[in-house]
């Protein structure tokens, strides 16, 4: 009969092949757990993220460009109401040096936030971001300076702006209400976790769509690095949060469902809309509002 550590190590490569393991299965593997075995799991988990990542790690230069907020939201330190707040808005030139800064220690995203402040207009934002995209090439821009309108995104995306936090994930949700049987959801998760009972992908999102728009919609399901390279067939994509993917494959896939006119959302939106909250929710930010 094989070790406790012999079956340990089997559990490990059928995990590591499959993803899943019956419930007894985890049972054992919890029983038979060693330093060794630890180590093995973890060489293996250091092979799967090399095979699918790389050894590359992707990080963010945040730079809070504005203090000023014309709203007043109760949870935000930036909201206008609030005295205690130090405002501030960086001029073009300390926006260009935080950049060169970040660029020489090897950031390659930069996130320009700051509040809904009426003095960013379009010629105000775009300047910088021309700018950054002709020093920098290589990098990414994401800006999220408060609800704009659609113009407004569009001049942003000309002058150079990679993508925009916010309003796009509620216009995907709204897509939801426009489901018809037959229609083709993709529901898409980062991570390739055991499947629970009562599981949010698989099990809640499918009932929740169906209660929500009175249609039966024929869901796909796909974890990890499994992301179809034609979304045409799908009349929408839910996703996750994204947390085990890197900001660049957030990327590659938000511009591929954009590029083939595929709205896209992530579970907390459709979440909230599915459960009737996020239009109060969203009642504070008309311009986002407006895509539901």
Known sequence: MPSAEARGRGLVDLLAREHALPAEGYEEL????????????????????????????????LIEVSSHCRNDCRYCGLRRSNRSAVRYRLTREEILACCAEGYRLGFRTFVLQGGDDPALTDAVVCDPVRAIKAACPDCAVTLSLGERSRASYQ?????????????SAVAGAAALDRLRDGDRVLVSEGCAHHRQCEDTGTVKMPAWLAAH?????????????????????????????????????????????????????????????????????LSPFPEALAAL
């Open 30 to 61: 919890v029983r038979s757990f060693s330093p060794a075995l630890a180590a093995h799991a973890a060489e293996l988990a250091r092979a799967a993220r090399r095979a699918v990542y790389g050894d590359d790690v992707f990080i963010r230069g």
């Open 155 to 167: 001049a942003l995306r000309d002058a150079g702006a990679d993508r925009y936090l916010l309003v």
């Open 213 to 281: 728009t009175g249609a039966e919609p024929k869901l796909s399901f796909t974890s990890g690095a499994d992301f179809p390279e034609d979304l045409t067939p799908f009349s929408a994509i839910v996703r996750c949060g994204g947390c085990t993917l890197t900001a660049r494959e957030m990327r590659r896939r938000q511009a591929q469902a954009a590029a083939q006119g595929v709205p896209m959302t992530n579970y907390g939106v459709a979440i909230a809309h599915l459960h009737g909250v996020l239009r109060r929710s």
